[in-house]
């Protein structure tokens, strides 16, 4: 079954609001949390990436003010869509690196369900 | 819920056929895709096939549906260094709701 969640799975806005999305591993710790957008028909873009404690690393072209990530704790990552509009609306994926089982000897990546933004 | 498995690993030799495969358990699916992420980078679509579809080729790769049993795998032929990545298979349930698999670590022996 699913080992990340995400919250909430889907969210309608009006334009200039914010929106915060949570990302959380279940019963393993993420060591590392990754924030995607899909864009229908076309690969994931990768938006950042975060390390428990300290600050996300931004791809090239991903604006940090406008999409602010927490990664509070080992099992949460938040992305807060700040003054959103409505070419933010899109489907946000987060996944979670971190050893799951206690017999894998390597740490494995898993996603979220993904969440569906609509900014009106 | 839907789910999305795959074997963790594959080990194959430069030249030979690798597959790589997924089971889904979500009979709605409309479109499955196949993704590769290289190391340090975001996932990169390779393919994607209709759920009313058996088989799709693309170049080396060859993707193969058997909606009957859940089953998606692919096919990429004359395998090369440049191929070892991670491939994960994902299905998309309608509404863009899109289900990953855990991903599968293709390693090219030389």
């Known amino acids: 079954g699913a080992v990340v969640s995400q919250h909430p799975s889907r969210v309608i806005c009006k334009s200039g609001t914010s929106v915060k999305i949570e990302c959380r591993s279940l019963?393993?710790?993420?060591?590392?949390m990754f924030w995607y957008r899909q864009f229908p028909k076309q690969s994931l873009m990768l938006m950042a990436t975060?390390?428990?404690?300290?600050?996300?690393?931004?791809e090239q072209g991903v604006e940090k003010d406008k999409f602010l990530i927490n990664h509070a704790s080992l099992t949460l990552s938040t992305l807060t869509v700040t003054s959103a509009h409505p070419e933010d609306s899109s489907f946000y994926i987060c996944?979670?690196?971190?050893?799951?089982?206690?017999?894998?000897?390597?740490?494995?990546?898993?996603f979220g369900p993904g969440t569906r933004l609509t900014v009106l | 819920g839907e789910d999305v498995e795959q074997s963790l690993f594959l080990s194959v030799r430069e030249g030979d056929s690798s597959v790589i495969n997924c089971t889904y358990t979500?009979?709605?699916?409309?479109?499955l895709y196949w993704y590769k992420q290289e190391p340090g980078a975001g996932l990169q679509l390779l393919t994607y096939?209709?759920?009313?579809?058996d088989m799709k080729q693309d170049q080396r790769l060859t993707v193969l549906l058997n909606k009957k049993d859940k089953h998606l795998s692919l096919r990429i032929a004359d395998t090369q260094t440049g191929d070892s990545a991670i491939y994960f298979c994902?299905?998309?349930?309608?509404?863009?709701?899109?289900?990953f698999g855990t991903g599968t670590k293709l390693q090219v022996i030389p």
């Open positions: 996944s979670a690196r971190g050893y799951y089982r206690q017999a894998s000897s390597t740490d494995t990546q898993y």
């Open positions: 019963d393993f710790q993420a060591t590392t």
């Open positions: 975060s390390n428990e404690g300290s600050k996300a690393t931004y």
């Open positions: 979500d009979s709605s699916s409309t479109y």
């Open positions: 096939i209709f759920s009313n579809m």
């Open positions: 994902a299905e998309d349930g309608g509404y863009q709701k899109v289900t």
